[in-house]
């Protein structure tokens, strides 16, 4: 059974930091390519990040550039986004997703493989 779990998600203040992690299973993860999406509240779906198999390339979303940071650790399994100088406007939950071609981008939802989601909250 393909498994992706978020976990890291929580309340932040203005500023503040998060990490989220994600912990694939049931597939190969250094095969696929990996993003991370987020949904604010009644608002679609916003890609934010995504990195490569190997994890030599990743890309941002314009808003995210200079403030989070996606990695992997193919060893374990296991994506990971670092979310420094948080916003209200970053309040959203946040979503993995594999894709085996390395989709992503503002237009591309028709990932392989999604997790549950973690939220996060940012407020004072």
């Known amino acids: 059974e393909v498994q992706l779990v978020e976990s890291g998600g929580g309340l932040a203040q203005p500023g503040g930091s998060l990490r989220l992690s994600c912990v694939a299973s049931?597939?190969?993860?250094?095969?696929?390519?990996m993003s991370w999406v987020r949904q604010a509240p009644g608002k679609g779906l916003e890609w934010v990040s995504a990195?490569?198999?190997?994890?030599?390339?990743?890309n941002y979303a314009e808003s995210m550039k200079g403030r989070f940071t996606i990695s992997r650790d193919n060893a374990k399994n296991t994506l990971y986004l670092q979310m420094n100088s948080l916003r209200p406007e970053d309040t959203a939950v946040y979503y993995c997703?594999?894709?085996?071609?390395?989709?992503?981008?503002?237009?591309?939802?028709?990932?392989?493989?999604w997790g549950q989601g973690t939220q996060v909250t940012v407020a004072p």
């Open positions: 049931g597939f190969t993860f250094d095969d696929y390519a």
């Open positions: 997703a594999a894709d085996l071609f390395g989709r992503h981008g503002s237009t591309w939802t028709g990932y392989d493989y």
């Open positions: 990195i490569t198999w190997h994890g030599a390339s990743t």
